[in-house]
């Protein structure tokens, strides 16, 4: 969480103060890389005094990188109005101590456990831009997303999981969800055609398509999201939510836009 203070610090430090104006462009791109947190489900404590349950092993998740890009298509006489297209690859990871049956005798070892969650979200939204002809340009934005998921789960060494002896690490199924988000930010333009871009971003990964696979269904070597409320050897598990909160700073490309207004 400090890493998201010192973000928010530092997107704060460098939009402070500016009366240039500028005409609105009509087309922005944007590029970010941020830092968060898994929230909800998927931040699920490792057991320190029981053995690690496969059913949950996306959800031992403890941090977030982030990446992407987007493009904002503005509309109307003023522009405040914009359409917002985006692609973003999450990871959540952790790096952490696990115990584990060390063999199918059921002896328990506790060794390293790296679970890593990778997200493709593919989203379609809408953001209001509070002051589209000003250097300083905070903005609002929701808007729905497509959330692909893949990940590997990695041991410190050898364990028994799920029936099988894994000398390797195991592989997130892969699965589909649609979410929301919910996005703010400030645009600082340096110039008409480049600028600074930072904000924060909530988002609800898992409220769409939830499941929970059959063992026929699921690989020998994988493990499902098993995000909704199911039985599985005689245990029921709830039903999960997903989400995660992140800060993010990249830059700003405008097109559409003429030269400089004087003031």
């Known amino acids: 969480m400090k ?28 590029a970010y890389g941020g830092y968060g947190v898994p929230l909800g489900d998927f931040a699920t404590e ?20 982030t990446f992407g890009a987007d493009g904002k298509l503005a509309f109307g006489k003023t522009g405040n109005g914009r359409v917002v297209f985006g692609i973003g690859y999450n990871m959540f990871s952790n ?9 199918s005798n059921g002896t328990l070892v506790t060794t390293n456990f790296k679970p890593q969650v990778n997200i493709l979200s593919i989203s379609l939204g809408g953001e209001w831009a509070f002051q589209p002809n000003q250097q300083l340009n905070p903005y609002v934005g929701a808007g729905l997303a497509a959330n692909f998921f893949s990940g590997t789960f ?11 002896q894994r000398n ?24 008409p055609q480049f600028g600074i871009n930072g904000g ?4 609800l990964i898992n409220p769409i398509g939830k499941g929970a696979d059959d063992e026929e269904e699921i690989g020998e070597n994988e493990i499902d999201l098993g995000d909704q409320e199911h039985t599985e050897d005689g245990i029921d598990f709830p039903a999960r939510t ?3 909160f992140n800060g993010y700073l990249g830059v700003s490309f405008y097109f559409g836009a003429p030269k400089t207004k004087k003031k």
């Open 3 to 30: 890493k998201i203070n010192v973000l928010v610090l530092l997107i704060v430090s460098l939009f402070i103060g500016s009366g240039i104006s500028y005409a609105q462009p009509k087309i922005t791109l944007n």
């Open 200 to 203: 924060i971003k909530y988002s």
């Open 46 to 65: 490792v057991p320190t005094n029981t053995r690690a349950d496969a059913d949950y092993f996306p959800y031992y998740t403890k941090q977030l990188l």
């Open 154 to 164: 990695t041991f410190g060494q050898s364990v028994f999981v799920k029936g099988e």
């Open 242 to 244: 997903i989400s995660s």
């Open 95 to 103: 790096n952490t101590d696990a115990i584990f049956k060390a063999d």
């Open 168 to 191: 390797g690490p195991m592989d997130m199924k892969a699965e589909t969800r649609i979410g929301f988000y919910l996005d703010a930010g400030l645009d600082y333009r340096l110039s």
